[in-house]
Antibody
């Protein structure tokens, strides 16, 4: 069974940093593209960032480019999102998700970790 | 960045009725790279349709997808009580892989 378990969320002040993690199991992590998708309270889905299996393809939404960094450790079956310069607009539930190839639909989702940016 | 526009924003329908949801792209999106997801309150999204018209595993055949140019359509032939939810389209052909704003299907 595919499992994606996010962690690292919490309450953080504007301007500070936070690092999210996603632990993957039940599939070949090192063969899969993985993504971060967020959802602000009461709002729709926003694709945040993605990384291919070999880290050669990396992309960011314009709203986070230059502030967020995605990375993965295939040896640890883990995905990360380093978030710097957080603003209140970054408050959201952050989902870890997976596809097969880089240009692929999302076939599995985690349950999300909540990030709240507030003073 | 490709912008996806979904219409209508909200659909009020009764069980047994059909639903037609639209997703329009600001640029060309190959039919190979358009998906639809369903999300219910408090739950993560669930894949319904990928590559415009391929149903994901376990998705009933009352859900179907199609395309015409830059317009994509999700059709639910007869709404079951469990189909009342929010539906999102997503393009994954050109990064960033954007989502539409969603269509909420609720009980009339």
């Amino acid at each position: 069974e595919v499992q994606l378990v996010e962690s690292g969320g919490g309450l953080v002040q504007p301007g500070r940093s936070l690092r999210l993690s996603c632990a993957a199991s039940g599939f070949k992590f090192d063969d899969s593209a993985v993504y971060w998708v967020r959802q602000a309270p009461g709002k729709g889905l926003e694709w945040v960032s993605g990384i291919s299996w070999n880290s050669l393809n990396i992309a960011y939404a314009g709203s986070v480019k230059g502030r967020f960094t995605i990375s993965r450790d295939n040896a640890k079956n883990s995905l990360y999102l380093q978030m710097n310069g957080l603003t209140t607009e970054d408050t959201a539930l952050y989902y870890c998700a997976k596809g097969y190839n880089w240009n692929d639909h999302i076939d599995s989702w985690g349950q999300g970790t909540l990030v709240t940016v507030s003073s | 960045e490709i912008v996806l526009t979904q219409s209508p924003g909200t659909l009020s329908l009764s069980p047994g009725e059909g639903a037609t949801l639209s997703c329009r792209a600001s640029q060309t999106v190959s039919t190979s790279y358009l998906a639809w997801y369903q999300q219910k309150p408090g739950q993560a999204p669930r894949l319904l349709i990928y590559a415009t018209s391929s149903r994901a595993t376990g998705i009933p055949d009352r859900f179907s997808g199609s395309a015409s140019g830059t317009d994509f359509t999700l059709t639910i032939s007869r709404l079951e009580p469990e189909d009342f939810a929010v539906y999102y389209c997503q393009q994954y052909g050109t990064s960033p892989f954007t989502f539409g704003p969603g269509t909420k299907v609720h009980v009339k």
